[in-house]
């Protein structure tokens, strides 16, 4: 609990207190002593000249206070801590006997008009201000003082004879004990507050520094770990890499082409394990004191030249051109080479990683008389201000996300930072976002500044710079020869410099998988796992990734988690989201292995999910399975498409039949008429005889003719409709149709079933109200249900047809009086291809088509029907006011 809020304490604290209380009124009672025993006799001068009838009595009270006074220092000096448990009763006793002898002298003197009360006001405040009283010990000191130096008046002893300088003194008197009061109550509170906050300020800084020791000693303990594991890591490490070496250099051993090329890999990321591991080994050391340099004079510009000639044909690779500008040696520099060797690659290194492709780094060196600056520039992306801060911390990057376009472990800039300042240098920075980055270092010339215990003292003899790695030293063990090596000196520069990817396989296979890695070595390892059955093809980025599969559609797709740009999770999103690549199936590959992950990814639509390291018969067996389980998908969606042909052939039979039966009926009687017209002639019969057949005849062609017309017109509709449902056509603009001289022109259209005579009644009550469509599309759906009403209609039954205004919406009814629809059947009404007709007989497409052209003129269509009494179809659509600029069709 805060200081200032507190009303009650614990009793630790109360006790704790007490005794700083008790500490600073032992102080106080010093300082009272020391004072009274000084000042009180001092002032026996006064004396003289106001009470010179009792200077004997007023100098032996005056003595007394100061005897009092001594003996009370001495027993401070002999017994402190006795004195502490009762110094607040010392101190009372003291000050009110001071207070005593001054109203004695104020008796002694004019009684209660004597100036002699001020002494008592000197007493009142030199109280107040030097102890620190409880508030009801400070009233009752005041209180004491006070009845000491009325008691007389009370008993009647001394009378006052000026009542008006009598009452000055006492309202004085009163006044400063009031004030004194006020002032030890503030005091005592405030130093209370002040007690306790520093209290809390003491315990939280007592658990901050314990809670720091902990931190260290965790610190310690992880950097023992570290260097333990790594050095547990390192002979594992040299296992694999020397038996490898030794095998590829072995001429006994032949090996194809795909061979050497697992071999080359496993020993490149040997290599970049065994530099991270010691990276990790130096920094421990650097952290407990134990790294030592191995200094020798050096010629810093043939080390900075070394370094630029091995780089330069790598930096082509990313197409990034490297100058080196250096000045000639001015002087001795004392350097480990080595290990500033591994400060300029791996500024370097990052400096090739962040440029972009056709940028331009350079390597620099300046010359001064009591130091050398060396530098690396790049035109990257530059660095941001709120990066910077921290651009040389251990295990920290500009972008750590999961989306990072540039991997690395945070170690690089850290070590260079760690490795200068142990040569008594220093290293800066100096970046802009988007026109690049500098790092600059400074070292110190001559080695008089090279701390003692940072020094090797196995140092070497010093050694001419060409000398530095000649082959005339002595011979080294297996593992040093590795470590000095230039593949893996500038074995960061090769990283950073990648570009290389495994070539595509076979286009001509059977299926394709598509691999997205922003690891180079895993999309090569991938591809020469997957390539000889399948064609891979491969992408280093999310972005990119996402494109390669929309334009080719792979079988399978094996993505990253962690990729930059776009990760793996908003990839499969992007990909479930399309209606082309929804069903493609996914395997995501991932370091990261938290439940939470896992579910993120299931989630998003992954169907296998591999934690690295992966075994290579893992993911060829993953691919397999959903290669498999994706062709018997693919296996009974065929069969459903088979099926569902069949069901619309059969209906397209029968709705282009029927018409077509219409049309051969009519052009039969029309051929009848012609060739009794033909026979008419033929005999030579009169003229008037056969206009009188024609005439006779002239009704039922025409009829025949119109009913020909309407078979005509129901076989276009009918492959209008297909085309709709497939989305054909172009688009058009919806404009204003009136709903009645719909209904009137589809009357002229609809046909009935001929063996059946079937009453037909329209009623219209909506003139003049229309309605934003699409005329065609308006047509087509009273057409529709029209039609299907008179099918389902009885014969001699009844079809009736209403239009009606509603308030804001216009509404049209289609019922007839056949056997009405099931009620399983309702629900499913609406759904395309779903007919309760025989195949032959229907296409179940028209009230699915007429459902989804009324919901996009924003209305409604809804069905009532009852078994054995038939149905009716009501539509509702919003009426459209005229528009001054858009007339109806006519």
Known sequence: ?????????????????????QQVNCASLWYVCALGGCLVPFFWVLDIYTVPDWLGLTFALRLSTASVAAALLLALRRWPSRMARQVNHWGFIYTAYIALVISVMCWLHEGYESPYYAGLNLVIVGAGLLFLWRFRVAILFCATIYLTYMVPLILGRIPIREPAVALGNQF?????????????????????????????????????????????????????????????????????????????????????????????????????????INDLLDLARLEEKYLRLR??????????TEVVEYSRPLATRK??????????????????????????????????????????????????PDELLLGVRDNGPGIAAEARRWVFERFRQADGSVTRRYGGTGIGLALAKELVELHGGCITV????????????????????????????????SSPPAARRSDDREPREWTRQLLERKDYRFLDIEQATERRVAPRGEASRATKVVVIEDNVEILRFLSLQLRDRHSVYLAPDGTRGLDLVRRELPDVIITDYMMPGMDGVALVEALRGDAATSGIPIIMLTARNDVAD?????????????????????????????????????????????????????????????????????????????????????????????????????????RMLAVALRGVERIRSVVDLVRHFAQAGYPREPVLVKLDEVVEEVASLVISPPDREIQTDCDLGAPGVSVRCLPGELTQVVRNLWQNALEAARDGGRVWVRTRVEGLLVSLEVGDDGPGIPPEVLPRIFTPFFTTKAPGRGMGLGLSIAHQLITRFDGTVTVDSQPGEGAVFRVRLPVAAPSSSQAPPS
């Open 1 to 21: 609990m805060p200081a200032a809020t507190r009303t009650t304490m614990p009793p630790r604290d109360a006790e704790a207190f007490s005794r700083h209380l």
């Open 172 to 276: 004085f008197l009163i006044g400063t004990v009031v004030i004194i009061l006020a002032a030890q109550y503030y005091r005592y509170r405030m130093e209370r507050r002040w007690f306790f906050a520093r209290l809390d300020l003491e315990r939280t800084k007592q658990s901050l520094e314990e809670a720091y020791q902990r931190s260290m000693e965790l610190d310690r303990l992880k950097s023992n770990f570290f260097s333990s594991v790594t050095h547990e890591l390192r002979t594992p490490l040299t296992m694999i890499l020397a038996p490898l070496e030794a095998l590829m250099e072995d001429p006994r051993w032949t090996a194809d082409a795909l061979q050497r090329e697992y071999l080359q890999a496993i020993r490149g990321n040997a290599l970049r394990l065994l530099k991270l």
């Open 295 to 304: 200094v020798e004079n050096t010629d810093m510009a043939a080390l900075l």
């Open 319 to 368: 197409d990034i051109a490297i100058d080196l500008d250096v000045d000639e040696p001015g002087g001795e520099m004392w350097v480990d080479a080595e290990k500033i060797e591994r400060v300029v690659v791996n500024l370097l290194a990052n400096a090739l990683k962040f440029t972009s492709p056709g940028g331009r780094v350079c390597v620099w060196s300046r010359e001064q």
């Open 430 to 461: 100096t970046s802009e976002v988007g026109i690049g980055s500098e790092f600059v270092v400074r070292l110190r010339r001559g080695r008089h500044h090279l701390a003692g215990d940072a020094l090797d003292r196995r140092q070497r003899p």
């Open 598 to 702: 896992r579910l993120l990814v299931r989630r998003a639509g992954a169907d296998v999910y591999l934690t690295k390291p992966f075994s290579p018969q893992e993911v060829r067996a993953a691919v397999e399975q959903l290669l498999e389980r994706r062709g018997q998908q693919v296996s009974v969606v065929a069969k459903e498409q088979v099926r569902s042909l069949e069901v619309i052939s059969a209906g397209l039979a029968h709705e282009i039949n029927n018409p077509l039966s219409y049309i051969a009926n009519a052009v039969q009687v029309l051929g009848e008429r012609i060739a009794t017209i033909h026979d008419a002639a033929a005999q030579g019969m009169p003229l008037s005889a056969i206009q009188e057949i024609i005439v006779g005849s002239q009704a039922k062609s025409e």
